[in-house]
């Protein structure tokens, strides 16, 4: 089974901080993408990779930077946390192109920013 | 400006009953359109994708109606079971890469 590991499931953290949301996938996959789901909103592309060093922005990318030094691990860098980045964090994964139109999800991390 | 737009936000169908969520989108080059089902502290998983030039597609009991010159589509699942209570996502593929998503259906089926 592909397996979409993120390092955190529950984070509190202050207003000014540096956060970083850490995900690993095992299926050898080109593209990962971290989203952002917030309730009646559905899910947001903040980031995506194809390939090692290689990211593209979403459709919600301030605020955000991301890391993809090794195929398998993809991070999501909050620079200076602010209360509105308050959210449910998904981490996805897929070969490219992607087969099916299936993306693989891990559980999600659940920020709080104070 | 969301590129998928789906509805109802939530939907409450008794035991052995249809539901149905409806999607719709403006892109003419979306290439791929899959529903994706979400349980309480889990990530979305795939339950089901349709092309745009099938009209229908069906697994079980869950089936895809596709509509491109409305450019609309949506999930039925028939006979619903109370294990179907989750929420529902459209989503659309734009250039092998991108996906975007419908805002979610919160399903409630009442035994």
């Known amino acids: 089974d592909v397996k979409v590991t993120q390092s955190s499931r529950y984070l509190v953290k202050r207003t000014g901080e540096k956060v970083f949301l850490e995900c690993v996938q095992d299926?050898?996959?080109?593209?990962m993408f971290w989203y952002r789901q917030d309730p009646g909103l559905g899910l947001r592309l903040i980031y995506f990779s194809y390939d090692v060093k290689m990211k593209e922005k979403g459709d919600i990318p301030e605020g955000y930077s991301v890391s993809r030094e090794k195929k398998e691990r993809f991070s999501l860098i909050l620079e200076s946390a602010s209360t509105n980045q308050t959210s449910m964090y998904l981490c996805?994964?897929?070969?490219?192109?992607?087969?099916?139109?299936?993306?693989?999800f891990g559980e999600g991390s659940r920020l709080t920013v104070l | 400006q969301q590129q998928v737009k789906q509805s109802p936000q939530s939907l409450i169908v008794q035991k052995g009953g249809i539901s149905i969520i409806n999607c719709a989108y403006e892109?003419?080059?979306?290439?791929?359109f899959p529903w994706y089902q979400q349980f309480p502290g889990k990530g979305p998983a795939l339950l089901i994708a349709i092309r745009p030039d099938v009209s229908e597609k069906k697994e079980g009991r869950f089936t895809i109606s596709f509509n491109k010159s409305a450019k609309q589509f949506s999930l039925h699942i028939m006979d619903s079971q109370p294990g179907d209570s989750a929420t529902y996502f459209c989503?659309?593929?734009?250039?092998?890469?991108?996906?975007?998503f419908g805002s979610g259906t919160k399903l409630n089926v009442k035994p």
């Open positions: 892109n003419t080059a979306f290439d791929y």
């Open positions: 299926m050898d996959h080109e593209n």
């Open positions: 996805a994964s897929s070969f490219y192109p992607s087969r099916g139109g299936e993306l693989f």
């Open positions: 989503a659309a593929r734009s250039g092998f890469n991108k996906f975007y």
